[in-house]
């Protein structure tokens, strides 16, 4: 007599099915709901224990992991030695493996669900039946969808259950298992964490970690604070970018997804010192990510001001003890290396965006001075600090800086204009070493005229507009060096 098991969570069309079989003198073996779901319709069938002669333990992790099912599934019927030990071991052949597997997908679609529910609704004994039977397909059918239960019995009853057949329902096997797995890992690797609230506190979010790789914010080994807030991980995202495109100690202060300031020097104390400088009233209840080690000096610094979130490659013990002083600000270690591989994503109502980060780098032997005036060395390295930063501005961005920090910042205005005044009007300092820097070219001249007007002497811009030249033109009227990078960089 031929023999099957059946052990499905999708119970639909089990019970005609096992009917069907048993007229056609199938012995049946089922394990759980199933076997009750056929009990209750009458159709006979046998426990998995008469046919291992073992009781389930663990309850029921342990019940279809044994030598009298997978030998019987796994014996190559054209090796004769295979058929030999079976029988010196009293074990029978299964010609049929009727499987599909706990509801992974819908028990952690739950927002409610714990991680202890989602392991115990990680199936075993299922998978290794399915694909133990799929491998043996020249001998063993192996069922994963009830829409094929009726070709299946036609087929048995033309005598068309053939291996081709058989070797079809084998790669949806594999198929339906390789999904089942996807799905564990996508939720124990997309680990998610319930957030007090989002942007606001009328609404939920969660903070869904596809990395925990050192060099992320996921991956941010947090050392002191209370939980990080939706805006918090945002904006530390964002200072967090910027601090990692600088080679030299730098210091990125961040508010509402905006540098307010940010600073470079010789030493990280002094990077700080001019960051926080360049917006002494900004900076308050911000982020501050430094790319070098945090000792006591710099903390005594940082510890005098109100900082939601400090983030550094390193922080001294000394360092912990001042800083830790504060109960709830939050201190994050993070490696500062930069990983080009990675992308931005981006919700939309029906879908979300992707691209590749903004990394690229822009040097200064790849910009062109289009002016009659040559920058100056100070105005370059100006220029050079500012065209790093603008990137991490929100369009349209217009930036002042000096070789030391940015001393001006305008930011997410509808015109360029706009955001250059503002810029100016924020200005810690206006000298000769002061250069703007535009995120997206001049459609017209009238930034390059308010620059002027404002004793502004160098520029940076991408160029690109079909009035460049007004623009090239307005510069050489008041003696002002213009240089173009032919690279944007707008960020929405």
Known sequence: MKKAILSVSNKSGIVPFAQSLTELGYELYSTGGTKKALV???????SISDLTQFEEIMDGRVKTLHPSVHGGILADRNKPEHLEQLKEQQIDLIDMVVVNLYPF??????PDVTESDAIENIDIGGPTMLRAAAKNFKHVTTIVHPADY????DRIKNDQLDETYRKSLMVKVFDHTNEYDAAIVEFFKNSKETLRYGENPQQTASFVRTSNAAHTLAGAKQL?????SYNNIKDADAALALVKQFDQPAAVAVKHMNPCGVGVADTIEQAYQHAFEADDQSIFGGIVALNRAVDTKLAESLHGIFLEVIIAPKFTQDALDVLSKKKNIRLLEIDMTIDNSEQEIVSVSGGYLVQDKDNVVSKREDMTVVTDVEPTEAQWDAMLLGWKVVASVKSNAVI??????????????????GSA??????????????VM????????DDTVELAAQHGIKAIIQPGGSIKDQDSIDMANKHGIAMVTTGVRHFKH
């Open 150 to 153: 009726n070709e299946v019995i």
């Open 421 to 434: 005044k503002i810029a100016i009007e924020r200005a810690i300092e206006i000298n000769d070493d002061v």
């Open 105 to 110: 997908k819908e028990t952690v679609a739950n």
């Open 40 to 46: 209750e319709a009458d159709v006979p069938v046998k």
């Open 400 to 417: 002042l800086s000096n070789t030391k920090q940015t001393v001006g910042i305008g930011a997410g205005q509808m015109n360029r204009v």
């Open 224 to 228: 002191h604070g209370k939980q990080l």
């Open 437 to 444: 820097v535009s995120d997206g070219f001049f459609p017209m």
